[in-house]
């Protein structure tokens, strides 16, 4: 008789499943997700009966930030760092010192509050390169947002003797400063591929 066939004994695998599904609920456990980082933008409510208008703007209520495709940004005719951005437009904003190359100064009824003087016509125009980095469009972003945060923070202690942001979100306080002092005219246009 020659060498006896043995079998050999399988593994068992009953409890593979167990442990793969024990494993599966550690790391949905312990693992951190991240969490979307996006812009706060309040957008105007759709209306189906709106026709498009054409708004024409003052060249002085016009503030134009480009981007280009290698990151730099562009403002006033001239290539600045995204620190002073922040400084450029709050002045632009407010013209505090009523400059005549700046936005014009107007009587504007807050309804719920009174009147005050502000720049109500200006507008900061936004333009990108197709190829401008996302990261640094989010910081331009969020120093334009900057800009009017501190305005409006500035106003709050000034009229109302508290912070903008220690104010709740339905605060009338708060919405005078957000949609009647310095609303957020900020308009982007659409990428553009300038070229190799």
């Given amino acids: ?61 016009i503030m134009t930030v480009l981007v280009n495709r290698n990151n730099e940004i562009l403002c006033r005719g001239e290539v600045i760092d995204i620190s002073e951005l922040k400084d450029i437009a709050k002045e632009f904003i407010a013209n505090p010192d009523d400059k005549a190359n700046l936005p014009a100064k107007e009587e504007y009824e807050i309804k719920g509050f009174g009147t005050v003087i502000t720049t109500t016509k200006h507008c900061i125009s936004l333009q990108t390169d197709r190829d401008t980095n996302y990261d640094i469009y989010f910081q331009v972003q969020n120093e334009l947002s900057r800009a009017y945060n501190e305005l409006r923070d500035e106003w709050c202690k000034q009229q109302f003797g508290v912070s903008y942001t220690k104010l709740e979100e339905d605060d009338d306080r708060k919405i005078y400063a957000r949609s009647g002092m310095y609303p957020s005219k900020i308009s982007e246009a659409e990428p553009k591929q300038y070229g190799k």
């Fill in 1 to 61: 008789m020659g060498k006896s066939s043995r079998k050999v004994p399988g593994l068992n695998q009953s409890s593979t499943a167990d442990i793969s599904f024990i494993l599966l609920i550690f790391f949905l456990v312990t693992t951190s997700m991240d969490t979307d980082t996006g812009l706060t933008r309040r957008l105007p409510e759709w209306d189906p009966n709106a026709q498009e208008q054409e708004v024409k703007i003052k060249e002085r209520n």
